[in-house]
């Protein structure tokens, strides 16, 4: 039996993106990835929220994994502290940056118990779905409002849009896409706060599933991973709040500072041209992966070079750059044995 009548004070928090690795067009991004940290974790010290919702994409921009330990060691300390004034409820998506061919830092701060990654849990008044990237049609558990008299609200990491309302999404295009009236699953869920799309939400959004009509909100990436034309200068919180009686729901405007202060003022093209040719190289990474083709040949005898340009069809960049990485890896292979 659910005790609707213990206090709860739930907040959501967008795509972090924390990374010592990546660069892009900021002047420091880990500093900018501690910033934002900061500012967040005195805002859960001030409210004290009894759960701590994270909508994935923990980690990483390019990478699944922080390279420095002394970083790793940052952010999971940042996490204890959250546990230890929400008395160890801190959740999350798993997003699409969370996912990796090994153990990804996700998969660490989950199995070591920092954050807990399950399908719902209940608080107060409320019932939070948590639904993964990729995960967004999985039927959720929605009692009949007879068995269970409370709000249900989900966090997701779907590229999810109300035709007419979200239209400054209107320039992004993703192939996992879906519209809010589709998502018959949710049937039954009244409020959701996503991630994925890094942009905030400039309007409540709305729309009817079934017979329910159901609110979306975008937190924002408060990183700001990439330089765009028209960059936010804030980001939202969710936040929900019950006493047993009654519930409420609300998001936090959090504001950034100007992006002046924290992107390099000009960014020569021809170098931002030859970074993009000549990617980073996540060395371990690259030789598991070449493992795994020499392992398993998907088709029959070939190379797995052979592969990559059939599979690469007319996209000759994606194949130039895709060798690049299959090369840098052979090297290190003769390298080091």
């Known amino acids: 039996m659910i005790d609707t009548s213990a206090p709860a004070r739930i907040m959501f928090i967008g795509d972090l993106h924390i990374s010592d690795h990546f660069q892009g067009q900021h002047l420091s991004y880990i500093d900018n990835c501690i910033e934002v940290l ?37 952010l999971i300390t940042m996490f204890n502290g959250w546990n230890k004034v929400t008395n160890n409820n801190v959740y999350s998506n798993r997003g699409n940056h969370d996912i990796g061919s090994r153990i990804t830092d996700f998969d660490f701060l989950v199995g070591t118990g920092v954050i807990k990654h399950i399908p719902h849990f209940d608080a107060g008044l409320y019932r939070v779905h948590l639904v993964d990237y990729g995960d967004v049609h999985r039927p959720l558990d929605i009692p009949s409002q007879e068995e269970l008299d409370v709000f249900h609200v989900a966090a997701t990491h779907t590229d999810i849009r109300v035709p007419g309302q979200t239209s400054w999404m209107d320039g992004f295009h993703s192939s996992d896409t879906v519209n809010l009236s589709d998502l018959k699953t949710m049937e039954g869920v009244q409020l959701i706060f996503a991630g994925h799309i890094h942009t905030p939400s400039q309007i409540m959004a709305k ?30 919180l969710g936040w929900l ?8 729901q609300d998001t936090i405007i959090m504001k950034l500072r100007p992006h002046e202060e924290i992107f390099k003022a ?40 052979e592969q990559i340009k059939i599979h690469g069809g007319n996209d000759e960049r994606a194949i130039a750059i895709a060798m690049q990485f299959i090369e840098a890896a052979e090297e290190e292979f003769r390298e080091h044995g």
């Open 241 to 248: 709040e019950s006493d047993g009686v009654s519930a409420t």
């Open 38 to 74: 900061t500012q967040i974790n005195e805002e859960i010290m001030r409210r004290k929220p009894t759960h701590i919702v994270l909508t994935g994409d923990l980690v990483g921009v390019t990478e699944r994994n922080l390279r420095d330990r002394n970083t790793l060691l940052y």
């Open 266 to 305: 000009k960014v020569v093209k021809e170098e931002a041209e030859e970074e993009e040719l000549n990617p980073k190289l996540d060395v371990d990474m690259l030789m598991s992966v070449l493992e795994g083709f020499q392992q398993y040949d998907i088709r029959g005898d070939m190379s797995y070079k």
């Open 207 to 236: 729309a009817t599933i079934g017979e329910t009509e159901c609110s979306i909100m975008y937190l924002g990436n408060p990183t700001r991973v990439k330089k765009e034309p028209n960059l936010w200068n804030h980001y939202f």
